[in-house]
């Protein structure tokens, strides 16, 4: 394809593409399958790498992350970003409507429209246009100065990369800048998925510390991965004096930026007591996390006038809802083990109303906390659904009493298997032992290595894999690639044309991709994320299982308590069984096709890079060593062979000179190579 056809249709796919993002992100109304999405995306890809010459700032390729940042620059903010006062109730609400208008009267205006928004439960960001591009966005830190996270923010859909008109019609100059801030939250479902990827001791209490967390990542080619979103609030740079709030809401909207939708202009005190009363209820049925209102006065013109605190400013404040609270009668407590052994109790209620859902179930955690607690079968008990997906008990009632109350034994045996339970030193949890043999440990282990982000054999739910497991027809996931038609059609509710779908699901597994493989065995402490680490360092499974703990602890994301958890799991004889059939049924056990080396000018030599380079991207330096015998570890030892430094270098490269390692430039790299 020649360049100017190529132009052409990278042209007509980044339209396309950005297209769908808006109607995902900003109408709610996709018109098109995420495989589909996908194909677009892999098509201009594919096309940027044939032509790299055609690739710009604002391509939607640039979505799908890759860059690692080491630190994240402090970025002074333009105007600080002030955190709003917030209120717990009505009367609070009247102060504040009651003190804005004294002070507007002061100053001879009556003027107090206020604009009613619903509160995000994200995490605040600024981010910077010029000429329409993305340039900049960060954190909003300490309020006068934050965080430089904007490779991390390119890989959110719901950021335009471009503006579009029709502001670009309002550019004077070559140097117009706009800012939009927001917050960046996570989708209800999208947090559901990407705990359902992660360990379960390492699974995110609620949206907002996942999004926090995955921000800050090194890796933006993770960030990419744990779907994200965008709600802007304010945008300031057009018609700064003279366009109300609720104008540049709209306005907002026009540009590409989901504004929350729901967004109303409350000329009095009686209107924005309707709005909080009206989304008491209605939040609970919408797809993301809300915690309150937001009340600002529209006439931005004014906002200066009425001027800040040192926090907060007075044009404006948040009303929180107060938590969710119900309370019921504790009717018994079961025990749940997990597919690691833990047991965790499980609270059954007397089903009560909560937040738009009827709960008869809340997790009690571990047995720490029921002796926190003091709760007892039989008490009545104060649940809360606060910013949670799941219900918790919060402590018991004042008026509970029950005088036929009993209390919360640690069961002995696993309920399960039967097997004695023990509780490791330093750990909060009590576990089944018996690892090959506790048919709750070997469901969890399947449904965990048939989920989504894993091997993603559809078809095969809880209800299935228990028959599976309790007619022995499957032991571990190796046993899953042996299942035959004729045996599923013997199983409840499952008729041919269910059984040969499953059995396709699972043949069609075994093109997964080896880290997936990885992160599916179910190792503890082992997401995903440190499952691509152990594949890019640990290329076939016999390496990995031949690694030290020390050697271990070098790859990236990996200290010393995964290291050891990892040389556990491959010691246990029901694990290397699994894998040999793993193995004889075809699966990836190795990362692709082995590369011939290009040398072994590097054979035996661990490597380090630090600082800036000018002549190589990092992740191409890294994989240039691999290609000629060495490894890429991420901390410095004595043990470490040779640092390669490049501009700023840090503290790397002062600890490899107080070591005495071999230090050396881009120059002498490059002859090395």
């Known amino acids: 394809m020649g360049n100017a056809r190529a132009a052409d249709e990278i042209a007509r796919l980044r339209k396309e593409i950005e297209r769908h993002n808006y109607l995902y992100y900003v109408e709610a109304e996709p018109v098109i399958s995420d495989y589909d999405y996908d194909r677009l995306l892999e098509q201009l890809i594919a096309l940027e790498r044939l032509h790299p010459d055609l690739v710009t700032p604002d391509s939607p390729s640039l979505r799908v992350g890759g860059q690692i940042t080491r630190s994240f620059p402090s970025v002074r903010h333009r105007e600080p970003m002030l955190s709003l006062s917030n209120t717990y109730s009505m009367g609070e609400v009247a102060d504040f409507y009651g003190r804005v208008r004294r002070l507007l009267l002061e100053e001879g205006i009556g003027e107090q429209e206020m604009v009613a928004e619903l509160k995000f439960d994200g995490v605040a960001v600024s981010l910077i246009y010029r000429n329409g591009l993305l340039v900049q966005g960060a954190t909003r830190g300490d309020g006068v100065q934050g965080d430089d996270i904007t490779v991390n923010l390119r890989t959110i859909s719901a950021i335009p990369l471009r503006l579009e008109t029709p ?144 926090k907060s400013p007075r044009w404006a404040i948040a009303y929180k809802y107060p938590a969710q609270q119900a309370v019921t009668e504790l009717l018994g407590v079961v025990f749940q083990v997990g597919r690691l052994g833990t047991i965790t109790p499980v609270a059954e209620l007397r089903p009560v109303r909560l937040a738009g859902s009827t709960v008869s179930r809340s997790t009690l955690h571990n047995f720490d906390e029921i002796e926190r607690l003091g709760v007892r079968v039989g008490d009545r008990v104060v649940i809360e659904k606060s910013g949670e997906v799941i219900p918790k008990i919060i402590r ?134 440190t499952a691509r680490e152990l594949g890019r360092a640990y290329p076939h499974f016999v390496s990995l299982q031949e690694a030290g703990e020390e050697e271990l602890s070098e790859v990236p994301d990996i200290g010393p308590v995964v290291a050891r958890s990892i040389i556990d799991f491959f010691t246990k004889p029901w694990v290397q069984a699994m894998l040999d059939k793993l193995d004889e049924a075809g699966l990836p056990m190795r990362a692709g096709k082995e590369k011939e080396p290009v040398n072994n000018n590097f054979e035996g030599q661990s490597v380090i890079f630090t600082g800036g380079l000018e002549r190589h991207v990092r992740q191409e330096a890294e994989e240039m060593v691999r290609e000629r015998g060495g490894r890429i570890v991420s901390s410095v030892s004595r043990k470490t062979s040779l640092v390669v430094a490049g501009k700023e270098a840090g503290s790397k490269l002062e600890r490899a000179m107080k070591l005495g390692v071999k230090v050396i430039g881009e120059d002498e790299f490059e002859a090395m190579l």
């Open 167 to 310: 502001v670009a019609e309002t550019y004077q100059g070559s140097d117009r800048e706009i800012e939009v801030r927001g917050e960046v939250f996570m989708r209800k479902d999208d947090f559901a998925r990407l705990n359902e990827s992660r360990p379960e001791e390492d699974r995110f209490a609620n949206p907002r510390n996942a999004t926090a967390g995955t921000l800050k990542l090194q890796d933006s080619a993770e960030v990419a991965r744990r779907k994200m979103t965008f709600v802007a609030y304010f945008l300031k740079g057009i018609d700064d004096q003279h366009m109300p709030h609720f104008d540049r809401l709209q306005l907002l909207g026009k540009l590409g930026f989901f504004t929350g939708d729901h967004y109303r202009l409350c000329p009095e005190l009686h209107d924005i007591e309707r709005f909080i009363g009206e989304w008491s209820e209605k939040r609970w049925k919408l797809p993301y996390e809300t915690d309150g209102v937001v009340l600002k006065l529209n006439a931005v013109r004014l906002w200066e006038r009425l001027g800040a605190t040192s």
């Open 396 to 529: 018991v009632a004042e008026d509970s009493g029950s005088l036929f109350s009993e209390p919360v034994v640690v069961p002995e045996r696993c309920p399960s298997c039967g097997t004695p339970l023990t509780r490791p030193e330093n750990e909060v949890s009590w576990y089944c032992p018996n690892e090959e043999g506790c048919p709750a440990q070997i469901r969890g282990r399947i449904l965990h290595f048939a989920s989504r982000n894993a091997m993603d054999i559809q078809s095969l739910g809880t209800a299935l894999v228990d028959q599976l497991v309790s007619r022995g027809l499957v032991k571990d996931p190796g046993d899953l690639y042996s299942l035959q038609v004729p045996q599923l059609e013997q199983l409840e509710r499952m008729g041919t044309k269910s059984s040969v779908n499953l059995v396709r699901a699972i043949e069609e597994s075994r093109t997964k991709s080896y880290d997936r493989l990885l992160f599916a065995l179910g190792i503890r402490h082992v997401g995903q994320a």
